[in-house]
């Protein structure tokens, strides 16, 4: 039997419900929005039930997980609600804007006895997956430094189409809290939780928004070797994006898109062996746990990780300015 799902939000929620799809063993039952165009439309292309209510559509008893896709300030409200209603729960990244609304996300999931992943769809991806596996064995070694970067462009105008990018309520930050958080995450997955970030500082330079722009972080990992944070919506050519590690046995990079690997010895492969039955995105890993009673592969612990580190970040930096 199909594990059924419900997508509230349909502007990056569109692009999940047509993953939910095309992923077998499961299938889409409904779609949420205000937006009636952008309702209509999915209704129409996917042939499923339509909400414009989101109280209503969690009284859908044919639905058994809620995908939440709306503003990252609202996963908490709607995640809660869901769970309240005894939906089982993936909600898109940053899991919420503070770790304590995190906290309160995961609370109602346990209280409700219901399952919450967090879709930070990089840890999905096979050669990062196989990679984590290689650090955690030893083949790599120690790590010597370690770099997330997200050099993005984005204009005025995304920010100015919606009423709560680059707001702290509703964005929780702005280049680091939006789109930086995934290499946030893949730092902290791969290098572990950093010991403490030693200097930060984040402004604003190229838009009009009251987060910021551009951050820049230095932190002490994990083994108490450095790394360093850099994130911005400045960058025109938006050409760099990942983390680059460096190790004693060898140094690993993603930051154009493809992971490339140089160990010590010259060669270009790792030879550490993976399950290979690790999910390929959120949904799979829904249904993995759903039908095999497997943990969730990215938990709501997993997901506050970088959230965590986020608020370390906003809280050490200072504000700096153009000049």
């Known amino acids: 039997m199909a594990i059924r799902f419900g997508v509230v939000g349909l502007g990056m929620g569109y692009a999940r419900a047509k993953l939910v799809r095309k992923t077998e063993g499961a299938e889409l039952v409904a779609v949420c929005d205000i937006n009636q165009e952008r309702l209509q439309k999915a209704v129409n292309e996917f042939q499923c039930k339509g909400y414009s209510d989101f109280d209503q559509m969690l009284n859908d008893k044919d639905i058994d997980v809620v995908y939440v896709m709306t503003p990252s300030g609202m996963h908490l409200d709607f995640g809660e609600k869901a769970a309240n209603a005894g939906k089982h729960v993936i909600t898109t990244k940053p899991m919420e804007v503070t770790v304590s609304r995190c906290r309160r996300f995961i609370d109602a999931c346990k209280k409700n006895k219901v399952n919450l992943i967090v879709d930070f769809e ?42 709560w990018r680059g707001t702290w309520k509703y964005d929780g930050g702005g280049s680091a809290a939006n789109q930086g958080i995934h290499v946030i995450d893949l730092l902290v997955w791969l290098c572990g939780d950093p010991k403490k970030v030693i200097a930060s500082r984040y402004g604003v330079f190229a838009h009009n928004i009251e987060t910021e722009d551009l951050t820049i972080a230095i932190i002490q990992l994990k ?100 000049i």
């Not at 430094?145 to 919606?162: I, N, P, V």
């Not at 046995?249 to 790792?270: F, V, Y």
């Open 122 to 163: 990089m840890r999905y991806h096979k050669d990062l997956q196989k990679l984590k596996y290689a650090i955690e064995s030893g083949e790599l070694g120690e790590i010597i430094f370690a770099e997330a970067r997200c050099k993005w462009w984005r204009t005025q105008e995304y920010f100015d189409s919606t009423n």
């Open 223 to 322: 083994n108490g070797n450095y790394g360093s944070i850099i994130t911005t919506t400045n960058h025109h050519l938006g050409d760099e994006f990942g983390v680059s590690i460096s190790f004693e046995n060898g140094s690993i990079s993603n930051l154009r898109g493809e992971l490339k690997i140089k160990m010590k010895d010259g060669s270009e492969q790792l030879k550490t062996e993976v399950p290979a039955d690790l999910p390929g995105n959120a949904v799979e890993d829904m249904i993995r746990v759903l039908t095999k009673n497997e943990k969730p592969y990215i938990s709501g612990y997993e997901g506050m990780r970088s959230i965590e580190l986020l608020e370390k970040i906003y809280k050490k930096g200072k504000k700096f300015y153009k």
